[in-house]
T-cell receptor
């Protein structure tokens, strides 16, 4: 299968700072990337859909000013958690696909801890 | 609104057993259904993708079936091994490529 790389795999930051997470499709061009959040012992919740060259589409209840998404190229999408608070601590995972409705490939996830 | 349910939430079996994980969804208008494996603290590994026009897919000891009309999918694992211990997630892929996940089945295979 195709490879999606997510960086960093874990990060600890202080409250009030911003953290950027990168999601790269290494061997294919991804017109669509998705960002998910996963709390302990829970399933994945879709945060937003990232389309190359256009604004991200956020799911209901997700603050777009807090979770900034940029999809500047066909191989890279970034999620920036701005002014992080301890409640933002979570596991963030991205996925990428050739097209929106084809098989999705996932990154290895980023464990964010805000102290 | 699409809802995905997985049963059971947790399963513990002795090594060598064949087992079935269940996934049901409320809206049959799906493009594909995908099964994943997640190890603790890790990302997702895609196991099988079943397109909406297909009824099953096989990979090694894994077999996944799809019945769109009844809103059900099953993942069959043959001759389970301790290395199969993980959380198994099913997800339906709908319009726009959004994946809606079930809560997962936490599988433990005892040696």
């Amino acid at each position: 299968g195709a490879v999606v790389s997510q960086h960093p795999s874990w990060v600890i930051c202080k409250s009030g700072t911003s953290v950027k997470i990168e999601c790269r499709s290494l061997d294919f061009q991804a017109t669509t990337m998705f960002w998910y959040r996963q709390f302990p012992k829970q399933s994945l919740m879709l945060m937003a859909t990232s389309n190359e060259g256009s604004k991200a589409t956020y799911e209901q209840g997700v603050e777009k000013d807090k979770f900034l998404i940029n999809h500047a190229s066909l191989t890279l999408s970034t999620l920036t958690v701005t002014s992080a608070h301890p409640e933002d601590s979570s596991f963030y995972i991205c996925s990428a696909s050739y097209r929106g409705d084809t098989e999705a490939f996932f990154g290895q996830g980023t464990r964010l801890t805000v102290v | 609104k699409q809802e995905v349910t997985q049963i059971p939430a947790a399963l513990s079996v002795p090594e060598g057993e064949n087992l079935v994980l269940n996934c049901s969804f409320t809206d049959s208008a799906i493009y594909n259904l995908q099964w994943f494996r997640q190890d603790p603290g890790k990302g997702l590994t895609s196991l099988l993708l079943i397109q909406s026009s297909q009824r099953e897919q096989t990979s090694g000891r894994l077999n996944a079936s799809l019945d769109k009309s009844s809103g059900r999918s099953t993942l069959y694992i043959a001759a389970s091994q301790p290395g199969d211990s993980a959380t198994y997630l099913c997800a339906v892929i709908g319009q726009g490529g959004k994946l809606i996940f079930g809560q997962g089945t936490e599988l433990s295979v005892k040696p």
